[in-house]
């Protein structure tokens, strides 16, 4: 991990259990390449780091978080395909989409971003 935090992060929020979240391992590792400077990903095991989910729940897989330090971006369940979440990562990076107003969500990315990188 790195010591400051990246500027974007992608988080994939999954369960060991989800055969689908199987399937988006492969997209991740795709993305990682893709996006190896500006973006940061993340493998959230939602049974494994619940503390991290707190108030919040996750009702399908995958779902994304895409932030920046400061906003949300996206939070939603995605099919396991590189090019729908090449599309967001493309659009946040390129400023071509508005933060969202999820208080909850917004609360979940920083305390992802404090286990991740503190």
Known sequence: MSETP?????????AAWCR???DYVQVMDALKLQYAKPV???WVDIEDQAEVLDNVDVENFPTL?????QQVYFWGTVLPHA???????DRVLSGNIHPLDVPDILELDHRLRSSLFS
Do not use: G
């Open 6 to 14: 990246p500027r974007l992060l992608v988080a994939c929020f999954c």
């Open 65 to 69: 978080l895409i932030s920046d330090a």
């Open 20 to 22: 689908t979240c199987d």
């Open 83 to 89: 090019a729908t979440a090449s599309q967001l990562i």
């Open 40 to 42: 940061e990903f993340a």
